[in-house]
């Protein structure tokens, strides 16, 4: 059962902790993007990667890392530096390099509370 | 860099009738434009998209159209149904990224 996968689906933390996101992915693809999804906005771009041990930033990475050691895998982890870290966050990949390389494909969610 | 904007922010419809959302972005250089549909809680998911290259696509009861010089594109959905109820998000991108729009929240009624 191929797909993109992201655990947990509900996360709760204390205010000053770092978390770490998973995503996980079987379909072989070479890009995984981190977004980031505010109540009636759109998706907001955190981080991408086109390939292992490769990332570059997006366009609200302050207080966010990740890490691509594995093609599967891209965590991201919101450190206590991220002001407003109480989010839905979404996790996609794409195959990069063909005529489709532009196609995104969503996880389900990982849905971040901090109080 | 790229900015999309997205109208409306809501959308009421009957049943059956069609319904259409526009977007509009500032890139020229953008050259993929797609579409996701977004139920409650869950993840975006892709149901059309379009290149620069081709004005108009056509899945069932789904279209989008492109105009390049006026930098807007559309999607429209005939013959709505409940279940067509949710959030949509158009998207410009090129080289891999993609900037959202802010979402259009459709609501069929039955």
């Known amino acids: 059962d191929g797909g993109i996968t992201q655990s947990p689906k509900y996360l709760f933390r204390k205010e000053g902790q770092n978390v770490t996101l998973s995503c996980e992915q079987n379909l072989n693809h070479d890009a995984m993007y981190w977004y980031r999804q505010d109540p009636g906005q759109g998706l907001r771009l955190i981080y991408y990667?086109?390939?292992?041990?490769?990332?570059q930033k997006g366009d609200i990475a302050e207080g966010y890392s990740v890490s691509r050691e594995k093609k599967e895998s891209f965590p991201l982890t919101v450190t206590s530096a991220q002001k407003n870290p109480t989010a839905f966050y979404l996790c996609?990949?794409?195959?990069?390099?063909?005529?489709?390389?532009?196609?995104?494909?969503f996880g389900p969610g990982t849905r971040l509370t901090v109080t | 860099g790229e900015n999309v904007e997205q109208h409306p922010s809501t959308l009421s419809v009957q049943e059956g009738d069609s319904a259409v959302i526009k977007c509009t972005y500032s890139d020229s250089a953008s050259n993929y434009f797609p579409w996701y549909k977004q139920e409650l809680g869950k993840g975006p998911q892709l149901i059309i998209d379009?290149?620069?290259?081709?004005g108009e696509k056509k899945d069932q009861r789904i279209a989008v159209t492109l105009n390049k010089t006026a930098k807007h594109f559309s999607l429209h959905i005939t013959e709505t149904q409940p279940e067509d109820s949710a959030v949509y998000f158009c998207a410009a991108g090129q080289g891999g990224k993609l900037i959202f729009g802010q979402g259009t929240e459709l609501s069929v009624k039955p």
């Open positions: 996609a990949s794409s195959i990069q390099n063909s005529p489709n390389s532009y196609e995104q494909y």
């Open positions: 379009i290149r620069s290259n081709v």
């Open positions: 990667s086109q390939i292992v041990n490769d990332f």
